[in-house]
């Protein structure tokens, strides 16, 4: 059973250009989570979602930033007009509806380097 | 928001030494978690926590879930070299229905361990 999966692994963008990160969940998962972590840092919530809502987007920048997990394929992530602030790890976790809805488990998430 | 602080920030050891390192909350969470994060990779997951009081051990890692559901502990017995890595507390309330939250995190603890 493959694990989560993120692509691309490492991005780098100039400062206006746009960002997409991908995440395909675990087999059987229905429900993605998407953190960022800066250097030396623990992770920070930024959206959850199920397949095709937004269940808690509190962690997101109300600017620039968007997250969708469509009925088919990978949930996306998605920073237009990139500053070099956003330059992080982007995480995303994915967690079954039964039996350990409380696990996630983690992809290995995508390095944004922001030029 | 939520805040939790864990410690210590880093730990240098000698091979076979047990460490223990914890985390405590400004609020209560229903469930905790532990994971390991090595250089450029996700968290995995070691440990969860779904019980106050309750106790777990996976191989040579123990970890409780405090009684006031405030705080969590875990230890790593005879540490080993791939012991290695950042290790990270993180607390979930459940938000209810089939919806489950976010997890907060620590700022982990960077463990060394020397031959």
């Known amino acids: 059973n493959a694990g989560v999966m993120q692509n691309p692994r490492h991005l780098v963008r100039r400062r206006g250009q746009e960002a997409r990160l991908r995440c395909s969940p675990m087999k059987g998962h229905s429900h993605v989570y998407w953190y960022r972590q800066l250097p030396e840092e623990g992770l920070k919530f930024m959206v959850y979602?199920?397949?095709?809502?937004?269940?808690?987007e509190s962690g997101m920048p109300k600017e620039r930033f968007s997250a969708e997990f469509p009925k088919e394929g990978p949930s996306i992530l998605r920073i237009q007009q990139v500053v070099r602030g956003d330059s992080a790890a982007y995480f995303c976790a994915s967690s079954p509806l039964s039996p350990s809805p409380h696990e996630q488990f983690f992809g290995p998430g995508t390095r944004l380097t922001v030029l | 928001g939520q805040q939790l602080n864990q410690s210590p920030q880093s730990m240098f050891i000698q091979e076979g030494e047990d460490v223990s390192m914890n985390c405590t909350s400004s609020s209560i969470f229903n469930t905790w978690l532990w994971y390991k994060q090595d250089p450029g990779e996700g968290p995995v997951l070691l440990i969860a926590l779904y019980k106050a009081g309750e106790l777990t051990s996976n191989g040579r890692l123990t970890a409780q879930f405090g009684i006031t559901r405030k705080d969590s502990f875990l230890n790593i017995s005879a540490s080993i070299p791939s012991d290695v890595g950042i290790y990270f507390c993180a607390g979930q309330l459940r938000a209810g229905g089939t919806s489950y939250g976010k997890l907060t995190f620590g700022q982990g603890t960077i463990l060394t361990v020397h031959p």
């Open positions: 979602l199920q397949k095709e809502n937004i269940i808690d």
